[in-house]
């Protein structure tokens, strides 16, 4: 019994002997932005670090302690930290909280952090962020060089093209309206077309267009039995006026412009029924356009500037008149149409001033 009266007292001693040894210290403190704010429900890392040595400034701080943590709904952090390692006069705090993308930190001293004391956080902002150049838009002004998109531009460029039509029938004898189709279509092109910008001032470019689309739209109604009766062309011919407002920006130059002009084509009214016929008639529209164009730095092609490009133009053709076609005698055939086309493609650029 005396030998397990000592154990006993022993390990007594040696509980109360630790438990000494690892005495925690109340280092909580209120977590606040620059504002005042308190940093609510965000996750706080304290790192305990020993303070520098003047002597040594680039000497290594090893971490005594590392603890993570959270803010309450005051901003209020719960921290404890082993006083036995870590004494208040020789350490610093080196505090990071996260919350919802954000970041802010502090360094303070380790004896400031005692009884909920208010602490200021600074927001940390990424390199990338606070480093990038934004982007400026800018009219082009005298004195900045030579003026973007001037000089001649040979383009290539795909094309949707829209097409709506009304082809009324008359009888040539009464002149009486006997029929009316009302037909639309969209098919995909190409072409190529040309530009010669001539810098009027700084801010503004006018010169020539002209461009050839190859659409092969055809607007053809069918009819139960094999019949059909429509239009179709090959090939739009279309020139005229551009307007250009050119812009610089931080790493490329922007032109919008507008086009006025006149168009052409060959369509072909195609009938048929018992027998068939194709009538062809040269026919001419006006057409408006606008569109953007993009040239970012560096592209180029056999050192010559590369842009891009997307427009829509609308084109109103005259009335197509066809009499008394073979495959339908008697009969005169109005055709009204209307195009819409989007085009999108590149353009290189023949001038120094790009």
């Not at 901003?75 to 909280?97: M, R, W």
């Amino acid at each position: 019994m005396n030998r397990l009266g000592l154990f006993l007292s022993a390990a007594f001693v040696a509980v109360i002997a630790s438990t000494a040894a690892w005495a925690v210290t109340d280092g909580s403190f209120t977590a606040n932005d620059e504002q005042g704010k308190p940093i609510d429900g965000a996750t706080v890392t304290v790192k305990i670090e020993k303070k520098p040595d003047p002597q040594k400034p680039r000497a290594e701080k090893p971490v005594v302690q590392k603890i993570e943590t959270r803010t309450g709904t005051t901003g209020k952090v719960d921290l404890q930290y082993d006083e036995k390692i870590t004494s208040k006069d020789d350490y610093i705090a080196i505090i990071e909280a996260k919350r919802g993308g954000k970041t802010w930190t502090t360094t303070e001293p380790l004896s400031s952090l005692v009884g909920g004391a208010p602490i200021t956080l600074k927001r940390v902002v990424p390199t990338s962020v606070s480093t990038r150049t934004p982007t400026t838009y800018t009219p082009v002004s005298p004195g900045t060089g030579p003026v973007p998109f001037s000089g001649f531009g040979f383009s290539g460029f795909m094309s949707v093209n829209a097409g709506e039509q009304t082809n009324k029938e008359y009888s040539i004898f009464s002149d009486m309206l006997t029929n009316t189709l009302q037909d639309s279509n969209i098919r995909v092109g190409g072409g190529f077309g040309g530009v010669w910008n001539i810098p009027v001032s700084p801010g503004l470019l006018v010169g020539p267009y002209a461009s050839v689309n190859f659409p092969h739209q055809s607007l053809i109604r069918r009819f139960p039995g094999g019949g059909s009766i429509g239009t179709f062309d090959c090939a739009v011919v279309d020139f005229g006026a551009q307007f250009g407002i050119p812009w610089r920006m931080t790493d490329k130059d922007a032109l919008l412009y507008f086009q006025v002009g006149a168009a052409e084509t060959e369509q072909h009214l195609k009938i048929d029924f018992m027998t068939s016929s194709v009538d062809r008639q040269s026919i001419w529209g006006w057409t408006v356009g606008a569109g953007v164009a993009m040239q970012p730095q560096g592209w180029q092609i056999a050192d010559k500037r590369v842009s891009v490009f997307a427009q829509a133009n609308w084109t109103n053709w005259q009335d197509g008149r066809y009499v008394s076609p073979l495959a339908s005698q008697g009969f005169l055939y109005n055709v009204q149409r209307d195009d819409l086309t989007f085009r999108g493609g590149a353009t290189i650029w023949f001038n120094s001033g790009n």
